[in-house]
């Protein structure tokens, strides 16, 4: 793949062509006096925050965006690098915010978050839509009663999903996160797929686009790069972008999943530009923007009256600690939540869901009774089995001391099958009956090892 130029291309200076004609007024004009880190302090610019600009610089235009405002200067963070950045550079205002292509040309693309091709394809003659956009009405929208079955069993089983619902992946560094979305956009129900790669290694998106996402699954994709060496802004502005292209396909009436690796970054990035524009940091440095922006990213996804965007959010947690503060605001806004636990990994299942640690807070209202039923007991196991997990690894526990445990015993193996599979989908009905079969093991005091 080949990346754009960082300067204001031919695409984006037809947006900003646009934002100026919507405004309705002139461009407005004002000039560098400092740069202070990423921050750009410009006088005599009149805008509001989120308009889009054009900083002039010794190589080209830069596109940037006002943050916010110093005295009676503007502050505007650009969305590339600041080489040939000089005092009395001048910058325009379009008096609008970003806007972005949208729509079915964007199927099979791969672009970076101003809407600019990173693949090898022609270029996009889209629609555009501004990133900035209000969620649903609250009662406005459709409720969630339909299963979005992933084919990952571990879920399916355990953590039913539905058609609009918002679930967080957390997890640490190097756990499966990426290849467990990758799977779920690949065999997912959903019409379209919209991934947002924020702050990823530039090597691994050439492998998460060929071998995670697979050339099927990118066919009905589309996906927003902004690697780790972008721009903070790019970084930011990256989720918002991906999630103004899955409410376009959403207003066409199609089921959409929006997948986004990860938040964590898209947190860091706004910590960058907070501080950098003056914000005061609260708890770990991140700035009070950061906990108002991630609500209004959050709430644009769910259903409408129209369609449906189901939305899965991965959450690096710093050093497996689930109580850091992205993670712990972060459970707060959303309809549940999975961990992939370090230590299940290690022990060579994949996914490594931690199934006592993970719940979806709409899979009783998606379920049957039966299936909840079911769910519970193998639950119940896992639990017992984690309870008498290092006597039972010392050999302290002699069997035939707790029936109970004896049967669970018995059932680890047929479990573990359940929960771990490789890169192929499992039906849904195919999981139930899995899991029923699993179930019944905790009553019959029968399993498929006898000792």
């Not at 990423?38 to 080209?60: F, I, K, P």
């Not at 090597?203 to 697979?214: K, N, P, S, T």
Request: net charge neutral.
């Amino acid at each position: 793949m080949t990346g754009p130029s960082q300067l204001l291309s031919p695409a984006l200076k037809a947006a900003v062509g646009r934002a100026l004609a919507s405004a309705g007024g002139p461009i407005r004009q004002g000039t560098v006096r400092a740069v202070s880190g990423l921050a750009v302090e410009v006088e005599g610019l009149a805008g509001a925050v989120g308009d889009v600009c054009a900083l002039r610089s010794t190589q080209g235009e830069l596109p940037a965006e006002i943050v916010g405002f110093r005295d009676a200067r503007s502050i505007v963070m650009p969305y590339g690098p600041l080489h040939g950045v000089r005092p009395g550079a001048g910058v325009e205002s379009r008096g609008a915010p970003l806007e972005v292509p949208v729509g079915s040309a964007l199927l099979g693309r791969i672009i970076d978050p101003l809407g600019r091709p990173l693949d090898d394809g022609p270029p996009i003659r889209a629609r555009h839509a501004t990133v900035t956009r209000s969620a649903p009405a609250a009662l406005g929208r459709r409720p969630i009663d339909r299963v979005f079955a992933t084919g990952v069993s571990a879920l399916d089983g355990f953590c039913t999903v539905g058609r609009g619902q918002r679930l967080g992946i957390f997890a640490g560094s190097g756990v499966g996160k990426s290849t467990l979305l990758g799977g779920i956009a690949r065999n997912g129900q959903a019409d379209v797929n919209v991934v947002a790669l924020i702050g990823e290694r530039g090597r691994e998106v050439a492998e998460f686009v060929d071998d995670v996402l697979g050339k099927d699954g990118l066919a009905r994709s589309v996906v927003v790069v902004a690697t780790a060496d972008a721009a903070p802004m790019l970084r930011f502005v990256g989720a918002f972008t991906a999630v103004s292209i899955a409410e376009a396909f959403r207003d066409e009436g199609r089921d959409v999943l929006f997948t986004c690796d990860s938040i964590t970054r898209f947190a860091a990035a706004a910590r960058e530009i907070g501080l950098a524009a003056g914000e005061p940091p609260t708890l770990r440095g991140y700035p009070p923007s950061l906990f108002a922006a991630l609500p209004r990213l959050v709430e644009r996804l769910g259903n409408s009256a129209a369609g449906s965007i189901t939305g899965l959010l991965t959450v690096l947690v710093e050093g497996d600690d689930l109580g850091e503060p992205v993670s712990d605001t972060l459970r707060g806004h959303l309809d549940g939540h999975v961990v992939l636990d370090r230590q299940i990994a290690a022990r060579g299942r994949f996914p490594a869901v931690d199934i006592l640690g993970s719940v979806s807070r709409l899979m009783p209202k998606l379920t049957t009774p039966e299936h909840q039923q079911a769910a519970r007991a193998v639950r119940r196991m896992l639990a017992v089995h984690e309870e008498a997990r290092d006597l039972v690894q010392v050999g302290a526990y002699k069997r035939g001391s707790d029936p109970e445990l004896d049967a669970v015993l018995r059932a680890m193996p047929a479990i573990e099958v359940l929960l771990g599979q490789g890169p192929e989908p499992r039906a849904f009905d195919e999981t139930l009956t899995a899991l029923r079969s699993v179930a019944e093991l905790s009553t019959s005091g029968r399993g498929p090892v006898d000792e």
